[in-house]
């Protein structure tokens, strides 16, 4: 069976992938899942076998692994232009969706109704990052070591506040050593050795080639940033910060927010913790990569120090700069690994790493699932140090009782009850709209 079972048109792929775009809600389980319909089941346009092999080779790469899976399928479909299309249509409405819903956001956020809207979203959300740390869990933790990891990792970031790129990283290496004296200890299956493919020089040599291309396409906006605007204005720090984010980002966006809140809410003060909470429930309700919150957060940090431009103008251009430094990445990987994929899936090492890394990836979902209750439903957190710990503390006499509700309510939504995600945000907007209105 080939990998490729027909062949579309450039035209009928895009109409696919359009519609592929305007329909992924859910996250990237729910994107991925519509893809498998769409592509594999029904149009036949990439084997099943082919579509498994690309999904694990996504997850080596840093960035939304739904999104690259999308410029992977786009590519072997149609070459770079295909991946273009097939990336930038996952991308695109999303994109167009939250910055509409940005701008609205710091237009009403001062509105009562609005902040009691968003606060029943932010209830929904702590739940919606539950329930992802127990499918997550549920998949990821298979040995004892893998949970190990995943303690280990929370333990860093909640106890001793270390950076997550530092956690990814150590965790790799340990999967990557283990893997090569004890891969049992991950549960590692054994692979068929690879398949025959061209030299390795003339695939290296491409792959430099299309590393030095893209990497200069995704630097140039920052360059011309630095020219214009100098290296401190808010602009150049914002990209410079979601570049740094767009090769660190393994273990999907629930990973990145616990780096992103560590930085953008701590360090940059480009939004708070509330805040950073009702940009999450933004895009859960948004079609396209859950990652797309990093929109959110350039759009807030631009809107906050705008000079020379409008605060509306320098938010949009803070947006722009924003999903371009976060997504450039994808198509960088995508295209300069993709003919690498047939001998890294058989990589053992890789595996290994990769491995580590999802375990501690549920350490770090984790973390962020406790920030997130802490700021929710305690009006007052500080941040306690006693040596070398830096744990965050909630003022116990500082509970909110209406936020405790409606997490009560969106936890018994979502995990009882079929309604879903868009249900569970629905239901508990409302509900916190009609207690602004009636308590």
Same mark, same amino acid.
């Given at each position: 069976?080939?990998?490729l079972?027909?062949?579309?048109?450039?035209?009928?792929?895009?109409?696919?992938?359009?519609?592929?775009?305007?329909?992924?809600?859910?996250?990237?389980?729910g994107?991925i899942?519509?893809m498998h319909k769409?592509?594999?089941?029904d149009?036949?346009?990439?084997?099943?076998?082919r579509?498994?092999?690309?999904?694990?080779?996504?997850?080596?790469?840093?960035?939304?692994?739904?999104?690259?899976?999308a410029?992977?399928?786009?590519?072997?479909?149609?070459?770079v232009?295909g991946?273009?299309?097939?990336g930038?249509?996952?991308?695109?409405?999303?994109?167009?969706?939250?910055?509409?819903?940005?701008?609205?956001?710091v237009q009403?956020?001062?509105?009562?109704?609005?902040?009691a809207?968003?606060?029943?979203?932010?209830?929904?959300?702590?739940?919606?990052?539950?329930?992802?740390?127990?499918?997550?869990?549920?998949?990821a933790l298979?040995?004892?070591?893998?949970? @190990? $990891? =995943?303690? &280990?990792?929370?333990?860093?970031?909640? *106890? +001793? /506040?270390?950076?997550?790129?530092?956690?990814? #990283? %150590?965790?790799?290496?340990?999967?990557?050593?283990?893997?090569?004296?004890?891969?049992?200890?991950?549960?590692?299956?054994?692979?068929?050795?690879?398949?025959?493919?061209?030299?390795?020089?003339?695939?290296?040599?491409?792959?430099?080639?299309?590393?030095?291309?893209?990497?200069?396409?995704?630097?140039?906006?920052?360059? @011309? $940033? =630095?020219? &214009?605007?100098?290296?401190?204005?808010? *602009? +150049? /720090?914002?990209?410079?910060?979601?570049?740094? #984010? %767009?090769?660190?980002?393994?273990?999907?966006?629930?990973?990145?927010?616990a780096?992103?809140a560590?930085?953008?809410v701590?360090?940059?003060?480009?939004?708070?913790?509330?805040e950073?909470?009702?940009?999450l429930?933004?895009?859960?309700?948004?079609?396209?990569?859950?990652?797309?919150?990093?929109?959110?957060?350039?759009?807030l940090? =631009?809107?906050?120090?705008?000079?020379?431009?409008?605060?509306?103008?320098?938010?949009?251009?803070?947006?722009?700069?924003?999903t371009?430094?976060?997504?450039?990445?994808?198509?960088?990987?995508?295209?300069?690994?993709?003919?690498w994929?047939?001998?890294?899936?058989h990589?053992?090492?890789?595996?290994?790493?990769l491995?580590?890394?999802?375990?501690?990836?549920?350490g770090?979902?984790?973390?962020?699932?406790?920030?997130?209750?802490?700021?929710?439903?305690?009006r007052?957190?500080?941040?306690?140090?006693?040596?070398?710990?830096?744990?965050?503390?909630?003022d116990p006499?500082?509970?909110?009782?209406l936020?405790?509700?409606?997490?009560?309510?969106?936890?018994?939504?979502?995990?009882?009850?079929?309604?879903?995600?868009?249900g569970?945000?629905?239901?508990?907007?409302?509900?916190?709209?009609?207690?602004?209105?009636?308590?």
């Amino acid at each position: 069976m080939s990998a490729l079972m027909s062949e579309p048109s450039f035209q009928q792929m895009t109409r696919v992938f359009t519609r592929i775009g305007l329909l992924s809600f859910g996250g990237p389980a729910g994107q991925i899942a519509l893809m498998h319909k769409e592509l594999v089941d029904d149009r036949d346009w990439i084997s099943e076998d082919r579509f498994l092999q690309a999904l694990n080779f996504c997850h080596l790469l840093p960035g939304p692994e739904a999104q690259q899976l999308a410029t992977y399928i786009g590519w072997r479909l149609h070459g770079v232009r295909g991946g273009l299309v097939g990336g930038g249509l996952f991308v695109l409405p999303g994109a167009l969706v939250m910055l509409g819903l940005s701008i609205l956001y710091v237009q009403a956020a001062h509105l009562g109704w609005f902040a009691a809207l968003f606060l029943g979203i932010k209830a929904a959300v702590l739940a919606l990052v539950a329930q992802a740390l127990l499918r997550i869990g549920g998949r990821a933790l298979k040995s004892p070591l893998q949970i @190990l $990891l =995943a303690i &280990l990792s929370f333990a860093a970031l909640f *106890l +001793f /506040a270390l950076p997550f790129p530092l956690v990814v #990283l %150590g965790a790799g290496l340990i999967g990557m050593a283990v893997a090569a004296f004890a891969p049992h200890w991950l549960r590692l299956k054994t692979l068929a050795p690879p398949p025959p493919t061209q030299s390795r020089r003339s695939l290296l040599a491409a792959t430099l080639a299309t590393i030095a291309l893209w990497a200069a396409i995704w630097a140039a906006p920052m360059l @011309l $940033l =630095a020219l &214009l605007l100098g290296p401190d204005h808010s *602009l +150049f /720090a914002i990209g410079a910060f979601f570049s740094k #984010l %767009g090769v660190v980002t393994f273990g999907g966006a629930y990973a990145v927010l616990a780096y992103m809140a560590q930085e953008a809410v701590q360090a940059h003060h480009w939004l708070s913790a509330g805040e950073m909470a009702d940009g999450l429930g933004l895009a859960e309700t948004t079609p396209g990569p859950l990652i797309m919150v990093t929109q959110f957060v350039g759009f807030l940090g =631009a809107y906050r120090a705008p000079a020379p431009f409008s605060p509306m103008l320098a938010g949009i251009l803070g947006a722009a700069v924003t999903t371009w430094t976060t997504f450039a990445p994808s198509f960088l990987g995508i295209f300069a690994c993709a003919p690498w994929i047939e001998r890294l899936s058989h990589a053992r090492r890789l595996q290994g790493g990769l491995a580590a890394i999802t375990a501690a990836v549920v350490g770090v979902i984790a973390n962020l699932s406790v920030w997130f209750a802490l700021h929710l439903l305690f009006r007052r957190v500080v941040t306690v140090e006693a040596g070398p710990l830096r744990p965050q503390l909630p003022d116990p006499l500082s509970l909110d009782p209406l936020a405790l509700a409606l997490t009560l309510l969106a936890f018994f939504l979502l995990f009882r009850t079929r309604l879903g995600v868009a249900g569970t945000l629905a239901l508990c907007a409302g509900a916190a709209l009609l207690a602004h209105l009636f308590l």
